[in-house]
């Protein structure tokens, strides 16, 4: 759980400096990034949001995909979503020390917010959209895309479903020990 959440802060052969177990989490990340990047369902996503978003399409899906994966929470999990992510933050604080600076910034951020649960908001996901745009070197109209959602929710929504599947597999198959 803590590579994944790191997966993305940590460069090159900085990975070399975190246990075996963090490891695995970080390469299953980057395995999982690999995999979304390149599906085709998810190419069909991106190309409602690319006309307005340009090269931040793929961001805005990724996001997406994150408030449908919350508010679908129980059709892939037993744990109610709010314990779940009580968990995690948990867990997470408590191994704040070894997390890399950005990630700890994050880490505040996100429990401040307690976005895992809330992601499941369009109300809340539009804030986040807001920030991005905000926080973007360049214009990316990313506070744009919960407007994009709205108008394609339920073709997305299918779209979200039949990747989650597949990956879900693909992890099952590629990685069966991490989910022990």
């Not at 085709?40 to 997406?64: C, E, M, N, T, W």
């Not at 408030?67 to 604080?93: I, R, T, V």
């Not at 895992?116 to 926080?135: D, W």
């Amino acid at each position: 759980m803590i590579g994944n959440f790191i997966a993305d802060a940590v460069k090159g052969r900085q990975i070399e400096t975190f246990s075996k177990g963090i490891q695995k989490g970080i390469v299953m990340h980057r395995a999982i990034d690999t995999f979304t990047d390149s599906h085709d369902v998810v190419k069909k996503s991106i190309i409602k949001f690319r006309p307005q978003l340009h090269k931040y399409a793929g961001i805005a899906v990724d996001v997406v995909y994150d408030h449908f994966l919350a508010k679908n929470w129980s059709d892939y999990h037993h744990e109610p979503l709010q314990d779940y992510a009580a968990q995690m933050y948990d867990l997470l604080n408590e191994n704040s020390k070894i997390l890399p600076l950005n990630s700890q910034r994050f880490l505040f951020y996100m429990t401040s917010r307690n976005m895992l649960f809330y992601y499941q908001e369009l109300a809340h996901l539009q804030m986040v959209f807001n920030g991005m745009s905000k926080r973007s070197k360049f214009t990316s109209g990313l506070e744009k895309s919960v407007e994009i959602l709205e108008s394609n929710y339920l073709e997305i929504e299918a779209e979200f479903k039949e990747f989650f599947e597949s990956l879900c597999e693909y992890i099952s198959n590629e990685y069966p020990a991490n989910l022990e």
